[in-house]
């Protein structure tokens, strides 16, 4: 079983920063690969970034633009920072667990239970 509990300041101004983190517990978290998904009110889940656990190798949804990026630490804890922030990032943010680092949300099997961000002008 994993546990995934997101938290990050929930808002900042156009142009701003922010990380979001992600702390793991469950034995086995360490073989899972993360990810990161926003829902922007009345809108579909949306792939924001992935990582997998073997390699390491990060990918990203075309539109964070070199703006975002995962990471993890010590395979316990996973980060998104975002920086240039945009209103149109506005969204509930979620980390997600799964076996591969995919951009389809039903490829994961623990989900946290998401973070507000709001862009604010």
């Known amino acids: 079983q994993v546990r995934l509990v997101e938290s990050g300041v929930g808002r900042v101004q156009v142009g701003g920063s922010l990380r979001l983190t992600c702390p793991a517990s469950g034995r086995s978290f360490r073989f899972y690969s993360t990810g990161w998904f926003l829902q922007a009110t009345g809108k579909e889940c949306e792939f924001v970034a992935a990582?997998?656990?073997?390699?390491?190798?990060a990918y990203y949804a075309s539109f964070t633009k070199g703006r975002f990026t995962i990471s993890r630490d010590n395979a316990e804890t996973v980060y998104l920072l975002m920086n240039d922030l945009e209103p149109k990032d506005t969204a509930v943010y979620s980390c997600?667990?799964?076996?591969?680092?995919?951009?389809?949300?039903?490829?994961?099997?623990?989900w946290g239970q998401g973070t507000r961000v709001t862009v604010s002008s």
């Open positions: 990582i997998d656990w073997r390699s390491g190798t």
């Open positions: 997600a667990a799964g076996q591969q680092p995919t951009t389809l949300g039903d490829d994961y099997s623990y």
